[in-house]
């Protein structure tokens, strides 16, 4: 099997743990005008993580549809082709959601708040114990003067295992001295470093690896071993779904700064980098420490 080029090549190869049907999400927007400027105030965006978050503890987990109407806007745009727009459209996708999963229950394992855009990173299952089981889900919202305006989703199915050991969801690096809370200066460096670096990366540059990446480094992507080998012998010439360098799928130069990987919305929180793809349904999530690219998640909808 052969990726289109700029597919960012580490979510690529997670189609072979799943089952490559149709796409199941919606890809997310294109480059934010807003993203290269500096983050709104952290109290703001905690008012903003804080109201989408209840979409999932009270919408979905306490089956209260009235929630999603109390929250989403009337200007609401959603990105779901499979769904109506609107508030009832949001409600249907949590119930289409049920209906594939049984009780399942919402369990979030990572969300991020940067500017207007919210990012949640979340387990749907009936048994969310069990890392292994169950949808691994990536939303993006856009929230306007208290209310959310805009929605992307990615859905991935959970495989049985993963090359590496760790869960899709799992955290496994750990602070020696505990964690610490990054200035919005400090979380805008880290966005700027592992876009940069990504996108690098997947042109085909495997130089950076030695810049930018920990030699430990962790991966969550279900095809890929910890470390940065991996890395470096995917990169090599012919292998299979290698990226290759400057060119958009139908050939052309790419618009975005900075080589042919296109990327949109990307988001900084604590020292988590989420990058969303602007060509296909697949969302990364970087962690950045002490200057290098440490862990990885990602979630690449089923079919891509």
Known sequence: MRYRKTL?????????ATACGSASGSA???PSTTSSAAGSSSASEERNKALVL?????????????????????????H???????????????EHVKAEIPGAVA???????????VAVHWQASATPANEATGQAKADLYRVSNGRVVEHWGITQTVPAKTASGNSLFSDVYRYPKGAPTPSEEQEEKNRTFAVDAYRKLSDGDATV????????????NPMVANGTAPLKQFLQPGAQ??????????????????????????????????????DYVVADIFRVVDGKIIEHWDIAADGQ
């Open 80 to 94: 779901d082709k499979s769904v109506p727009g609107g508030v009832d459209g949001q409600i249907e996708e949590f």
């Open 241 to 278: 779904g290698a990226p290759s360098p400057s060119s958009t799928p139908d050939g052309s130069a790419s618009s975005t700064e900075g080589g042919g990987t296109r990327f949109g919305n990307t988001l900084a929180d604590g020292d988590l980098v989420w990058v969303f793809s602007s």
């Open 8 to 16: 960012p090549w580490i979510a690529a190869v997670a189609c072979f």
């Open 28 to 30: 997310p927007a294109d």
């Open 209 to 220: 690896i030695d810049k930018s990446w920990d030699p430990r480094y962790y991966q969550h």
């Open 107 to 117: 369990t979030v394992r990572r969300v991020a708040a940067d500017r207007d855009l």
């Open 54 to 78: 209840r979409l999932y503890s009270e919408a979905f987990n306490k089956d209260k549809p009235d929630v999603v109407k109390e929250l989403v806007g009337t200007d609401f745009v959603q």
